[in-house]
DNA sequence: TAAACCTTGACACAGTTGTGTCAGGGTTCG
DNA sequence: CGAACCCTGACACAACTGTGTCAAGGTTTA
């Protein structure tokens, strides 16, 4: 078998194990258990904890700011709320004649469609 | 002239004045500024500040969730970095045949170039 | 069986978020 | 002019995030 125990998985991956069990529990990488318990790591959760770590450093985020964007796309009343409080923002009436405008939300409802129907595949 | 100064304003929106400078600070409300530098709020800002209240509230997030949200829009490197560890989490490539996988990543595709259109619009 | 793992739970600690309050100094307006 | 605003900056504090470490107890394996 190829899952890894989880100091295994710590040392191949430069997490520790504490922060390990912190990613599981945030539900950012959840490892199989064994018949007893232990946590096992396969090949899928060692690289995604290894592009976890760029992602991280890469871009100065913290697990918290993925555990959000993870909760965005399970949520789509929520994306849709914060969306809609975002785009408020960057909105300018003045310059978007209703054309546009109804073109615009047909275009970001369609987004929305997809997002919900990409979503609830499984 | 129909603005108002940070004390109004904290009264019709139920923030406190303390809170107001800090949503300016994270980059969520910025209100214009009077020519000796008093805050001015319109009645954009005012709407979007209640209907903040009713965001955080209902959601159970924070202004930095938000912030982060924002950032998210703003940044389509970043964007394109989350999404594709997040996807990565859902993917089940067993039942997942080339044709479809290709589908899949010129729809993602589409929503990314749609979305860095709307952004880059102003 | 004993070493070397694993589990959960807890204490600890620095850094960030969200909030209040207060000080020192400028602005507005009756 | 003086009261009542506004500004920035700082101290304070609880709650959460990200980490380490240690304890009490179960599992695996040489």
Redesign the interface.
Known sequence: MDALTIHEAAETTGWSPRMLRYIERVG?VEPARSASGYRLYGPAELQ?LR??RE?LA??E?GL???A???R??RDP??RE??DA??E???E?PDDVPAADWMR?EQ?KHQ?LL??AA??A??
């Open positions: 950012l995604r592009t976890l992602l890469g871009h985020i918290s700011d993925l959000f964007a993870s965005l796309r009343g929520l709320a914060t409080w975002l408020a923002k960057a300018r615009w275009q987004r997809d997002a990409l979503t595949a499984p």
